[in-house]
């Protein structure tokens, strides 16, 4: 996309910020938060940190450290600043409790709030009395980009696989991605607070029982995304040891309409220039009175402004679900760098869902009450593809779908997510270890409080309570879904130890070779785990002939 334009810019941003809203219902309403936070345990374990004591909370075998300072709060004339030093606490403090959110806004679908902008704090879930120690160390950056934060991700399920596991507080939307003429670290706020998240884990590790040399980056969607940065950019050099992206789109573009009717298309799904990030902030910025001719001005003024009225602004947080590149904290456009082997050497377990596209449809039209017809069909494919329509209907006909909403679903799945998802392996693969995999269950619970009916399938992040702990999840998983879960995280426990998802008794999970026909992708379903050829399923040969 080229630079922001006046007029038509101003609509487009808004539209585009409204329905990136969904990508964050998404993800914040499929994990609950952490259980056993409230108030403090007696006898709770207490660690020294470079910064002082903390005393964590018990919880069945393992110890919960909540809310500890990974780096100075970002308020006043550090507010949209590079991450500065934690400061020093004197005593014992406490870590029974989760610190607070980072400034973010409620939908309806994710009704959590902050306006609390010391909030650069992570989560700490050490490994089982007895487990093997030092423990390999795995830090999850959650996705959304404009809600949610590491406390909703609760640990246990995968320490009890010997990890210590981290999760992670770090500035988002506006106060993440913010840009403007001359600002340092302008639309990488974000990513800066994750590289302070994952330096001080190599700093601190060993005090919570896990081994500061074997750190691996776990994050799905947008944090998934920004581990693809990770791997690009310089500051991120030597923080971590491996790499997992789940349903991440680091390689992925999106054609005009597929995240709703008057969203325009975009090269790039995550990645803007910063002259667009600046154009963003021009935008959206502009009812705040700050404007002007002066960026140090116009930093001034937005510095000196209650949190509250910042956020007050529709769609402000959601706009700036994006990082800029073309600066030194991402100096290439990471796609370009992957391409040409400019990235950081680690082995990487990287996948998606089955139907990912399910997610955004359902919630724009049929769970919502309004059902997308066949000429909806119609209109999206040719928004989408202009000339190519035909053929694309072609490929994917109505009729061999139960409903208009599944085909336009499966049309997007394949040629946005599958492809982009491809295009990653492919690129990481040329040059290291890469496992990549496909979460196939289509009966996985559906959580969110939609009123219309839906097949969502296997949507966009619905493999995170497989992962994590979730109270919502558990009753309704099935014996089969429970084993599928225990499958999953003996797999990521195992790639989390030694850069290879195989173990003794688990399934074999060959590497993905660009080379090969087809590419090996590991299929995880209850009812079956095993290959599955993913360029066919995900019709890769008929995307390949069209832009």
Known sequence: MRGTRKGAGRARWRVVAAVAALAAAATAASVSPAPGSGGGAAGGETVRTETGWVRGVRSGGHTVFYGIPYAAPPTGAYRWAPPRPAGRWPGVRDATGPGPLCPQVPSSYAPISSEEEDCLVLNVTTPPRGARRPAPVLVWIHGDGAVGGGAFFDGRRLAARGLAVVTVNYRLGVFGGLALPGLDGAGTFGLQDQQAALAWVRRNAAAFGGDPANVTVAGVSFGAAAIAGHLTAPGSRGLFDRAVMASGEGVMDMPAGTMGPGVPGYPWYVWRTDREMEGI?????????CGGRDPGRTLRCLRALPVKRILGVPHIMNAFQAFGYGNPVLPDLPPDALRAGRFHRVPVLSGATRDEHRTF???????????????????????AFGRDARRVLAEYPAGAFPSPALAWSTVVTDRMWARGTEAQHRLLGRRVPVYAYEFADRDTPMFLPLPGRFDFGAYHAG?????FEDDKAEPLFTPAQRRLSATMTAYWAAFARSGDPNAPGLPRWRPYRPGDRPAYTQSLAPDRIGPVDYRREHRLDFWSGLP
């Open 281 to 289: 902030t021009a935008e959206m910025t502009a009812p705040l009175g």
């Open 361 to 383: 449809v359902g919630m724009l039209y049929d769970a919502v009450g309004r059902p997308f017809t066949e000429a909806d069909y119609h209109r999206a494919l040719r928004t």
């Open 463 to 467: 493999d995170l309570p497989y992962l």
